[in-house]
């Protein structure tokens, strides 16, 4: 399955569905052993990576032998949509495993998703909070005891489905009246390899694209102040607008090692490749114009930005895209949003973001600082909820 694409319809009809009966029975014996449970992980990654393959249309080339790099404060949590029920299964840096039902099925579970990340994109009428709370209870609470009494600092997300397209950072404690963001770092991964960046940032390539076309209708002027005060905080070279060109980005890659790659203009992820769209300052590029880019400077890139990218909110594939040009390239973290925000807010968030990082040499405990920061001014989450971190 994995490494030889067979096409969506194939994959959804007819594998997927064995592949989760098959989890299914794995995971409602009596007793699950350890086996077990590694067993199943083995399956998710396996899955993670066949549906990779099948978005990108070609076999990614990757370390699948090489999972996520775990310290000793960091738990995985792999998230199960099953149809008699829904799972999380918590891998520990001693690697222990642990399973937790959630007591909901999955389609119980879409619809929640679903419902949530409908009104949190609403920023003037959705009553976000109810589903922030609901959300919090069903996948936090059950594994909250464990959480403390482990330690965890940071929690990386392995999610299933439409989990993929809904901020953790937004849940919502009643008790403690607290977001997640406010007491974990949080991160996301499909567990192919890699690890978050521990240095500061530094020899940015930093694009935008301000001006309206035809296919994002709608200008961002905020991109102007946002990538002028980046470069003037971490350096490097900005091209905006006209001088933004599929042609200026090659020549840039290609003539010096660039390690942050900054992108402030309008892309949008769905759940079919050839849909994929990232706006330059001439011309819009396809998702494989734009990876081709990239796997110039495999080993050269170690961040990405895409400070005004869309994801589609009712496919499990469009984040795939976000997630994938990252692993293709050889990229350790990308850092993505869900919706597009508030345009003058982005400048601020991502301002706080870089200060962060460079302070803190952590691009997980920067972005923590940031949605804290919003937070604490009491920013809606919609306009800051909406940046996940993949690794």
Known sequence: MAGSPVGQNLFFDTIDPLLRDFLSFLLSQPVVSQ????????????????????????????????????????VLIYTLLLPENSYEIMKFSDGFYQLVELGITGDCLKKAVLDWRKNLTDAFYGNYRPGSKNLYEILIKPIKIELELRNIKHIVFVQDSLLRNIPMSGLFN?????????????????????????????????????????????????VLQETKLIQELIGGTRLINKSFTPKALENNLAQKDYEIL?????????????????????????????????????????????????????????TLGVAGIGLRAGISSVLGSLWLADDKNS??????????????????????????????????????ANYILIS
Do not use: M
């Not at 991160?187 to 500061?200: A, E, F, H, K, P």
């Not at 769905?270 to 880019?293: A, M, P, R, Y």
């Not at 997980?364 to 800051?384: F, S, V, Y």
């Open 174 to 222: 009643k008790d403690s009246q607290q977001y997640l963001i406010e007491n974990y770092l949080i991160s996301y991964s499909l567990d192919l390899g890699g690890s978050l960046l521990t240095t500061q940032p530094k020899n940015a390539l930093i694009l935008g694209s301000s001006e309206p076309t035809s296919t994002f209708p709608n200008a961002l002027p905020g």
């Open 347 to 384: 400048v601020e968030f991502f301002l706080s973001f870089y200060q962060s990082w460079l302070e803190n040499n952590s691009v997980a405990k920067a972005l923590q600082h940031a949605q804290k920061e919003q937070i604490e001014k009491n920013i809606n989450p919609t306009n800051w």
């Open 35 to 74: 086996e077990a449970l590694a067993e199943t992980i083995e399956i998710i990654r396996l899955n993670q990576l066949a549906e990779l393959d099948n978005f990108f249309g070609d076999i990614c080339q990757i370390e699948f032998d090489s999972p996520i790099t775990q310290e000793a404060e960091d």
């Open 262 to 318: 900054h992108l402030a203009s309008h892309s949008r992820f769905s759940g079919l490749s050839e849909e994929v769209k990232i706006q330059t300052g001439t011309e819009v590029l396809n998702l494989f114009e734009f990876d081709n880019l990239l796997n110039q400077r495999k080993a050269s890139i170690k961040h990405l930005s895409l400070s005004a990218c869309e994801t589609a909110s009712g496919s499990r594939y469009a």
